[in-house]
């Protein structure tokens, strides 16, 4: 009996490292897979369909959501984004761990659907530290990066809707915190493995 894999859902303010933090996971973790989202926006160019989004126009899109075919899903700009449940479901049906870098929003959604899944959340070492991170890209304005640091600071109370928090001081110790917690959740007391140990039970009596 092949034993399921973990769908590890990672969120947090923006700044606190998430995206780095995902990258780093893939590259140590060879059975982890990354969800990839279904979006009716069109096609960039570079972007491959399967690879970076799975494209589908806007009448598909909502046809499956009447389906209940996402772990979430919302509308931005006018267009659909959406985490498809089947990929995810079947891959950890096959053993392999699924990765969903996603927003506080969308996690709670996918809490819902998949409660079993593992919540992490991620913190920056300090407040002041997260503001520094936001300055320090100098990629937006003054107002843009306050409207930022705001909504920061009220995302960090979704914490306690988390099976876990990790604080991204070193990108090396979060990642390593974080395959601690998949490695404690792997070994985890469940019905998948009582009904393991019934087996072998039976199987020592024949």
Known sequence: MTKKGLLI????????GKGTICKELLNREQNMKISISATTRETRT??????????????????????????????????????????????????????????????LQVKEKY????????????????KKRIVGRGTESDKAIEKRFKSAFEEIDYVK????????DEVEVAVERIRAIMLAETFKITEDIQSMISKFKEESLC
């Open 9 to 16: 859902v990672i969120s947090g303010p923006s700044g606190t």
């Open 46 to 107: 570079g972007e491959i369909d399967g690879i970076n989004y799975y494209f589908i126009d806007k009448d598909t899109f909502e046809n499956q959501i009447s389906q209940d075919a996402f772990l979430e899903h919302a509308k931005v700009y006018d267009n659909y984004y959406g985490t498809p449940k089947k990929y995810v479901i079947d891959e950890i049906n096959k053993g392999n761990n699924v990765l969903l870098e996603i927003d506080i929003q969308g996690a």
């Open 115 to 130: 409660p079993e899944g593992l919540f992490i959340f991620i913190l920056p070492p300090s407040m002041k530290e997260l």
């Open 161 to 168: 809707k988390y099976d876990y928090f990790v604080v991204n």
